[in-house]
């Protein structure tokens, strides 16, 4: 009978632990959105000739904050489909 009753709350502790990892995609989002902004804005700031600019800081913190909100959001759409299977 005991060693049911652990097999019993292994399983239900596992359980607990998939049920925890909901927002896997969201932090992988993020990171990659931050990185991404950053290369983005440093093409644009490149391009336009923006990088001794007072300009360019601005355009850097914009793109880096528009990358994460996209990751953020492409990364909820991932996790909301995974656990929906």
């Known amino acids: 009978m005991s060693k049911r009753n652990n097999i019993n709350k292994d399983n239900s502790y596992n359980n607990k632990n998939q049920e925890n990892d909901n927002n896997h995609y969201v932090g992988f989002g993020v990171g990659v959105g931050l990185i991404g902004g ?18 360019f800081p601005m355009v850097m ?14 990364g909820a759409v991932m996790d909301n489909n995974k656990n929906k299977v």
């Open 38 to 55: 950053c290369l983005f804005a440093t093409i644009i700031g490149v391009v336009f000739g923006l990088m001794g600019d007072n300009l």
């Open 61 to 74: 913190a914009l793109a880096s904050g528009f990358g994460m909100l996209m990751g953020i959001v492409i």
